[in-house]
């Protein structure tokens, strides 16, 4: 099992900036890869952005390609998510979320089945 636990997410004015950090334990070495989901009232869940540790490619949904980044630290089981000119639509509970499961291309590693393990989000709010 991996437990996953967010943090970082706060009200924030359009414009600003966030970073999220998901800390993993338990069984980490198994961990192929780690996303970032998020989920807006009323909408469905959506990718955000992922990243594969060994490599580390990473992948972004066009809606954050150029205002967010995807980092993780290895030492630390720990990823992050740099959040830059936020925007009101970028107002969600954030997802972090790990896979064990092989992945090369966008398609999979934006489909959230392909990701056994979830944390209990945090929620982010943009003001305008």
């Known amino acids: 099992q991996v437990q996953l636990l967010e943090s970082g997410g706060a009200l924030v004015q359009a414009g600003g900036s966030l970073r999220l950090s998901c800390a993993a334990s338990?069984?980490?070495?198994?961990?192929?890869?780690m996303g970032w989901f998020r989920q807006a009232p009323g909408k469905e869940r959506e990718f955000v952005a992922a990243?594969?540790?060994?490599?580390?490619?990473?992948y972004y949904a066009d809606s954050v390609k150029g205002r967010f980044t995807i980092s993780g630290d290895n030492a630390k089981n720990t990823v992050y998510l740099q959040m830059n000119s936020l925007k009101p639509e970028d107002t969600a509970v954030y997802f972090c979320?790990?896979?064990?499961?092989?992945?090369?291309?966008?398609?999979?590693?934006?489909?959230?089945?392909?990701?056994?393990?979830w944390g209990q989000g945090t929620q982010v709010t943009v003001s305008s």
């Open positions: 338990g069984r980490t070495f198994s961990n192929y890869a």
């Open positions: 990243i594969r540790w060994s490599g580390g490619s990473t």
């Open positions: 979320a790990a896979s064990y499961y092989y992945c090369s291309t966008y398609v999979c590693y934006s489909s959230s089945e392909r990701y056994p393990y």
